[in-house]
């Protein structure tokens, strides 16, 4: 059974960081690309960060700089370090787990984050 459990989400003023969490179990970790998207209020849901199991990462524009995507295979799990945030970086979160060779995608239930003002 695919597990992916996030962590860390919160309230922060902007400006501040938070450093989210996501540990995966049921799955060949080295074989999925790892990713987070973000779901705000009466928004689509959106690619914030992907890594390869070789570390090559892709950010969305707007978190360039400012985001940081990285992962543990040996730990199962992979981060998603948040500096300088602003409001409109305030979402639902969401870990995604795509496996390389076949397409197969799983999400994970979602940590909330929110950026006051």
């Known amino acids: 059974q695919v597990q992916l459990v996030e962590s860390g989400g919160g309230l922060v003023q902007a400006g501040g960081s938070l450093r989210l969490s996501c540990a995966a179990s049921g799955i060949s970790f080295s074989m999925y690309v790892m990713g987070w998207y973000r779901q705000a209020p009466g928004k689509q849901r959106e690619l914030v960060a992907s890594i390869t199991s070789g570390g090559r990462t892709n950010y969305e524009d707007s978190v360039k700089g400012r985001f940081t995507i990285s992962r543990d295979n040996a730990q199962n799990t992979v981060y998603l370090q948040m500096n300088s945030l602003k409001p409109e970086d305030t979402a639902v979160y969401y870990c995604?787990?795509?496996?390389?060779?076949?397409?197969?995608?799983?999400w994970g239930q979602g940590t909330q984050v929110t950026v006051s003002s």
């Open positions: 995604n787990a795509k496996n390389a060779f076949n397409g197969r995608v799983n």
